[in-house]
């Protein structure tokens, strides 16, 4: 796990370096990986505390901030240059960037559920997916309402009823196709990933 952890920072350094050496405009992709580097920083800390209350704390902040790994597959909607990446090298770098900070919030939020499952001792492959079932629900609610009303983490500990209202206005025929969406995208990759360490 440790060298895991030094890898993924390593990653989102050179990933950061890399949009400020391009001066990539636009959202800050680089605050969004670091969000979901937060994640798995919660997940990796809860593995190795000895103290049942601080774990049962991190586990916590770790739901708030889980969302924030797949949620970064909602930034593809900033990749107008993608068109001209097999025709044009600086968007083909552009795209190697913006991919690249993708793909390392998934690999940091599917590495944060494997540690989850392990702490909370999960033993049963039922368990786990229904397990995985749920948080990828929860999720694509946070994602929905972090894209469009533009809630962040914390907003469910300093607004919580604003949190609660906007989750529940999700659930209606039009807007029920994104939280399944991203459901469905979720599951498939823990249920493909997440295995036995």
Not at 102 to 116: E, H, K, M, T
Request: net charge positive.
């Amino acid at each position: 796990m440790k060298r895991q952890f030094i890898v993924a920072h390593g990653f989102f350094a050179i990933i950061a370096l890399a949009f400020w050496y391009y001066s990539l405009k636009g959202p800050s992709l680089v605050w969004n990986i670091f969000l979901a580097l937060v994640a798995y920083d919660f997940s990796c800390l809860a593995r190795v505390t000895k103290y049942q209350w601080l774990k049962a704390i991190l586990l916590l902040a770790w739901l708030l901030f889980y969302p924030n790994t797949f949620y970064m597959l909602t930034d593809v909607v900033h990749m107008s240059f993608a068109r001209d990446i097999l025709t044009d090298k600086l968007s083909f770098i552009y795209y190697l960037i913006y991919m690249s900070s993708i793909l390392l919030a998934l690999v940091a939020g599917v590495l944060s559920v494997r540690y989850v499952i392990n702490i909370l001792k999960m033993r049963n492959w039922l368990l786990q997916y229904s397990f995985m079932g749920i948080v990828s629900f929860i999720s694509s609610l946070a994602i929905h309402i972090g894209r469009y009303e533009r809630l962040n983490s914390w907003n469910a500990i300093t607004h919580p009823s604003l949190v609660i209202d906007e989750i529940l206005k999700v659930f209606s025929y039009s807007e029920i196709h994104f939280v399944l969406g991203f459901t469905f995208m979720q599951i498939l990759c823990l249920w493909l990933l997440v295995g036995k360490e």
